[in-house]
C-alpha cells in the first residue's frame, strides 16, 4: 500500500504529528512498538512551561524564547477552539506554585514581565496558598502555567486516531527495504496477532519514538549516534496528602517539582522531580526515598507524612545529542533522504515539532480521501499505564523513626 508518511512511536510527538498530518491530507499510518505514550510522555509531570523556569538565571535563554508561546497554544487546543482538539484530555491544575524561603515574587515576577513570558507568576496572600504551602516560610507565587494528565492526552489523540494507529512487534514483525542509507522503499509488517503480513510503501517516513528513534536509525541505514539520553530518578508518594502543582525554587535551580493526581483508589499521588530527581540517578530506591523524605520535610514545612507509601521509577530523557551532553535549546530535527527523525525535547513543544516537519513535508500526493479500511482487522496500542499504576511496584511505608520525627512536629 502506498503511503504519502508513516510515523514510528504514538507519544506526544507522534501523536501531535498524526493529528497534523492528517488534517494537511496526508495519507499516513502511525506505528507503535509498545503502549502509546510508553516512553516519556506518560512518565512525564505535565507541566505546560511557558518559559519562566529557564529565565531564572537572569538571562532570557533560547529555551525560554522557544516556548514562551506554548501555553496558548495548548490552552486554545485544551478549550477545543483549534485542532487538535484536546476537550477531553483532563487538567491536573491550572496553574503551578511558586515557593522559596527568600524573596521569590519579586525576582522571579521581575524577570517573567522583563522578557516578555506570557506566563508570569504573582504573588499570593496567605489567605489564597494552597494547604500544602499554608506552613511554608516566605512567599508563594501563583504561575498560570497548566498542568495537563498526560495519560489522558494521549487518550484523546488515540480515541480521535484509532483507524491510522497500530501496534506492531518491533523486535520480530518490522523490516525495513533500503534503496540506500536513509532512503527506505518498503517497511514489512508482520502482525502481533495473527501473523498476517502488510507491506507499506511511503513517500516519507518520520521516527518520533524517543529513545526508539536510535534503532530505527541504524534499521534505516543511518548513525544513531545523533541521540542522547539524559536519566532520572523520579519520587512517587501517594496516601492523605493535599494537592500540590508547582516548584520549590532554589536559586537558578527547580530544588522539587511536585505534581499531584488521584489514583483509582482515590488515594493522592504525588510525583516529585526536579534536582532531587537529576541527582537521584546517583542512590538505588530506598537512599533516594530516604533523601526525599528529608529533604520534602524542609520545602513542605507541616506536611504529615505517616500515613504516605514512597516508591521510585528511573526514565531516560531521549534527545538529540548536543555537544556537552546538556538540554537541548528546542526541538531537534534530522533529515536523511526520505527518512526524518525528530524528538521534542520537551512534550510541551510537540507542536513545534509537528509545525516543522509538516511544513518540509511535500503536498499530500493522493486527492481521494484516506481509506483506513485495510487496517480494521490490524491491532491497535493500547496507552501505557501512568507509574504508580505499573504492576508489580513496589511501595515502602515509612520507617518509626520518620514517622515518630513526623508525629513530634504534627
Ligand atoms: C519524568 C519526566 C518528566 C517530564 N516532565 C515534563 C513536563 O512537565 N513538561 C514538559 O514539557 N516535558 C516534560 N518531560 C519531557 C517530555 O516528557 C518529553 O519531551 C516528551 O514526552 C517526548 O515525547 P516523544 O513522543 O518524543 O517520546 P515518548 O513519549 O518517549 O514516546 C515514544 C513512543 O515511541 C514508541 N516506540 C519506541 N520504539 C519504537 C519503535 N521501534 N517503533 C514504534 N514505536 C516505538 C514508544 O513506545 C513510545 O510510545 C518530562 C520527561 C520526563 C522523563
Given amino acids: 500500500m502506498r503511503l504519502d508518511a508513516l510515523i514510528f512511536g504514538g507519544g506526544a510527538a507522534g501523536l501531535w504529528l498524526l493529528d497534523r498530518l492528517s488534517r494537511d491530507g496526508h495519507h499516513v499510518l502511525l506505528l507503535e512498538a509498545n503502549a502509546l505514550g510508553a516512553g516519556q510522555t506518560v512518565a512525564s509531570q505535565g507541566i505546560i512551561h511557558g518559559g519562566l523556569k529557564y529565565t531564572l538565571s537572569g538571562l532570557l535563554t533560547k529555551s525560554a524564547k522557544n516556548i514562551r508561546e506554548m501555553p496558548t497554544i495548548w490552552r486554545d487546543s ?3 477552539r483549534v485542532t487538535p482538539n484536546l476537550s477531553q484530555t483532563r487538567l491536573r491544575s491550572g496553574c503551578c506554585y511558586l515557593w522559596q524561603t527568600d524573596s521569590l515574587s519579586s525576582r522571579a515576577g521581575m524577570i517573567g514581565a522583563r522578557f516578555g513570558l506570557q506566563v508570569t507568576p504573582e504573588s499570593i496572600s496567605i489567605d489564597e496558598r494552597p494547604e500544602a504551602l499554608k506552613n511554608v516560610y516566605g512567599t508563594v507565587a501563583r504561575l498560570p502555567e497548566q498542568v495537563i494528565a498526560p495519560r489522558s492526552f494521549i487518550q484523546d489523540l488515540a480515541f480521535q486516531y484509532r483507524d ?8 520480530r514483525g518490522l523490516e525495513f527495504e533500503l534503496d540506500s542509507p536513509g532512503e527506505v522503499s518498503a517497511v514489512k509488517l508482520t502482525s502481533p496477532r495473527d501473523g498476517s503480513t502488510l507491506t507499506l510503501h511511503p513517500r516519507q517516513v518520520i521516527f518520533t519514538a524517543g529513545a526508539g528513534n536510535a534503532r530505527l536509525r541504524q534499521m534505516a541505514g543511518l548513525s544513531a549516534d545523533v541521540m542522547q539520553r539524559r536519566p532520572l530518578h523520579m519520587v512517587l508518594v501517594r496516601g492523605n496528602l493535599p494537592e500540590l502543582n508547582g516548584h520549590c525554587l532554589d536559586g537558578a535551580k527547580t530544588r522539587v517539582t511536585i505534581t499531584s493526581e488521584i489514583d483509582a483508589e482515590g488515594r493522592m499521588v504525588w510525583q516529585i522531580g526536579g534536582q532531587i530527581a537529576e541527582e537521584g540517578v546517583n542512590f538505588d530506591s530506598a537512599a533516594l526515598t530516604e533523601r526525599a523524605k528529608s529533604e520534602l520535610s524542609i520545602v513542605l514545612p507541616g ?8 516508591s521510585t521509577y528511573t526514565i531516560d530523557r531521549a534527545e ?5 551532553g546538556g538540554r537541548p535549546e528546542s526541538i531537534q530535527v534530522l533529515c536523511a533522504g526520505n527518512v526524518t527523525t525528530g524528538w521534542p525535547t520537551k512534550l510541551v513543544l510537540a507542536p513545534v515539532l509537528a509545525q516543522e516537519i509538516a511544513s518540509r513535508a511535500s503536498s499530500p ?3 481521494a480521501s484516506f481509506d483506513t479500511t485495510p487496517f480494521v482487522n490490524w491491532p491497535h496500542p493500547e496507552v501505557a499505564l501512568l507509574p504508580w499504576d505499573e504492576a508489580g511496584r513496589q511501595w515502602r511505608k515509612l520507617d518509626p523513626g520518620f514517622a515518630n520525627e513526623q508525629r513530634r512536629a504534627a
Fill in 303 to 310: 506536611i504529615d507524612f505517616r500515613q504516605t507509601e514512597w
Fill in 365 to 367: 500526493y493522493f486527492s
Fill in 320 to 324: 538529540g545529542a548536543t555537544a556537552n
Fill in 78 to 80: 485544551l478549550l477545543g
Fill in 164 to 171: 491510522r494507529i497500530l501496534q506492531i512487534d518491533a523486535k
